[in-house]
């Protein structure tokens, strides 16, 4: 059901690959909600995706952008404005990757040109997007940036490695520029700190099928999808949420509040009784 919640506002949103992409999602509900935008992503990302499909289907103009790039953005950001015919109202950050998580080097032996990359992608992307829009003065008053985190920034989760320092780093660059931003422009920046998803990204995650049973145990609502993650982007988009700013916004279905749940319990005792039955044997 659409609300018409982005009835003339304008947006750039990053990281759309495939129909499986939160970025993606959240495009299709913008659309829905009457606003009208901008898609980019790599070159190289884009010939992997299918994001003509999605341009097609929303009737986006695609402009390609590497957001380690600054050059590459200030090209999108000047086109954009073009494009859209004035200033921008929302921004999705949707982008991550680490090669050490790629190449399966473990924390305490990571490759610090890869550590660099990861960190170059996955956070200091977005302080280049927010830097680029201030200069240009791109972005209306009231204006709302998202990006999108993951829990790991604040506990340590097995394997995540060195994206755990980038998302940490992500939500920081939220803070200290959502209150400059913010203090100048009235422009809000938030991240949302989302439940372990299936994306083509996340697909690529050593054991995230178990981990999304563990959260999916320990969360009393359950794991939040894609589709629901991108209709709480689009609540911060919209004009609902003017006073929201600076803040990690967890999304995860009450997962971050959890200790311990009944059923996780039960399925941890399971573990001990196979285990006991197969000394048995």
């Not at 990281?15 to 299709?28: P, R, T």
């Not at 992500?170 to 949302?192: C, H, M, P, Q």
């Not at 589709?227 to 916004?249: G, H």
């Not at 967890?250 to 000394?279: L, N, P, R, T, V």
Request: net charge negative.
């Amino acid at each position: 059901m659409a609300y018409n919640l982005l009835k003339g506002k304008k947006g750039i949103i990053f990281g759309a690959l495939n129909n499986k992409s939160i970025a993606w999602k959240v495009a299709e509900r913008a659309h829905e909600e009457g606003a009208t935008f901008v898609l980019t992503n790599t070159l190289l990302a884009m010939r992997m995706g299918e994001l003509d499909e999605l341009a097609k289907s929303t009737g986006a103009t695609i402009v390609p952008a590497d957001a380690t790039n600054v050059a590459d953005l200030e090209n999108l950001i000047d086109q954009s404005l073009q494009i859209l015919g004035g200033k921008i109202d929302f921004i999705l950050h949707s982008i991550g990757m680490s090669p050490n998580v790629r190449k399966k080097r473990s924390y305490d032996d990571l490759n610090y040109d890869f550590y660099h990359q990861t960190i170059d992608i996955s956070a200091m992307s977005f302080h280049k997007v927010l830097q680029v829009c201030r200069k240009k003065d791109a972005l209306n008053e009231w204006a709302s940036v998202v990006a999108l985190s993951y829990i790991a920034a604040q506990r340590t989760l097995f394997e995540y490695n060195d994206m755990a320092d980038a998302k940490a780093m992500l939500e920081s660059i939220a803070r200290s520029f959502g209150y400059i931003y913010g203090r100048d422009k009235k422009v809000r920046i938030n991240t949302i700190s989302q439940s372990p998803t299936m994306t083509t990204a996340g697909s690529g995650v050593k054991g995230i099928d178990r981990l999304m049973d563990f959260t999916e145990r320990m969360s009393p609502l359950g794991n939040a999808t894609a589709e629901e993650c991108a209709d709480y982007c689009i609540t911060l988009f919209s004009d609902l949420t003017r006073k929201v700013t600076m803040q990690n916004l967890y999304h995860d279905g009450g997962f971050s509040s959890m200790g311990m749940s009944e059923k996780a319990m039960i399925q941890y005792h399971k573990s001990f009784e196979e285990c006991d039955f197969d000394e048995k044997k």
